[in-house]
């Protein structure tokens, strides 16, 4: 499987720019929105998370987070089978740094918090009680995924920059 030149740096660009949207994404809720949900009493903060992680699930969010996933994919290939060329290394790990570090800890972790999150009811000691600890564990994973699809971004970037160095 050769891929071709433009066809290569097409898929550099659309992952050095779906990488740096979903860290942009993630670093949001590490920042501000967790804490802002956290300052909510827990039967609103849980309602309200609830409520995004319904609204998360759309086409837009989904082509970006795993259209960038298929790109890396596509890199990961083509850095092993071009291993020789300058700033494979930038494909290769940027690549695994995003399918690893970002979606394989959202599958891993934060998907299992939210789907312990969806069924507990609001309200409930119980709910107050998970709500306690989903805070701390999802946004501690959260911090993960956006320090690797950042990562992943500037490695990208890196290797956008090295072949219009060559060109």
Same mark, same amino acid.
């Given at each position: 499987?050769?891929?071709?030149? @433009?066809?290569?740096?097409? *898929? ?11 860290? !942009? +994404?993630?670093? %949001? &809720? ?8 956290a ?35 596509f ?10 060329? @300058?700033?494979?290394?930038? *494909? ?11 979606? !394989? +800890?959202?599958? %891993? &972790? ?47 970037t ?10």
């Amino acid at each position: 499987m050769v891929i071709s030149h @433009p066809l290569i740096f097409a *898929l550099k660009l659309f992952a050095a720019i779906g990488c740096g949207l979903i860290a !942009g +994404v993630f670093f %949001a &809720f590490s920042t501000f929105v967790m804490a802002g949900l956290a300052r909510l009493q827990p039967a609103q903060g849980i309602t309200a998370m609830q409520s995004i992680n319904i609204t998360a699930i759309n086409p837009l969010f989904m082509l970006a987070l795993f259209g960038t996933a298929v790109a890396c994919l596509f890199l990961t290939v083509s850095s092993l089978l071009k291993w020789h060329q @300058p700033g494979a290394v930038y *494909l290769l790990i940027g690549s695994l740094l995003y399918l690893i570090g970002t979606i !394989g +800890v959202t599958i %891993a &972790f934060n998907v299992p918090l939210n789907d312990a999150l969806v069924n507990v009811k609001p309200d409930s000691t119980e709910g107050a009680n998970l709500w306690a600890s989903y805070l701390t564990n999802w946004t501690t994973w959260n911090h993960v995924r956006t320090i690797a699809a950042l990562a992943a971004a500037t490695l990208f970037t890196l290797s956008l920059c090295e072949q219009a160095a060559r060109s």
